[in-house]
């Protein structure tokens, strides 16, 4: 993932938190009801 948006770059300074955390992450669904 060598174009990710600026407005995620601080992800990346997260310790164990790479590409493929970044790309599991943008890939993920979340359902709020209420």
């Known amino acids: 993932m060598t174009n990710y ?3 995620y770059a601080r992800h990346y300074s997260l310790e ?3 590409e493929a955390a970044q ?3 943008s890939a993920a669904k979340v359902l709020v009801i209420g």
Do not use: V
Request: aromatic share 12%; no cysteine; glycine share 22%.
């Open 16 to 18: 164990g938190f790479g």
């Open 23 to 25: 790309e599991k992450l």
């Open 5 to 7: 948006n600026p407005r």
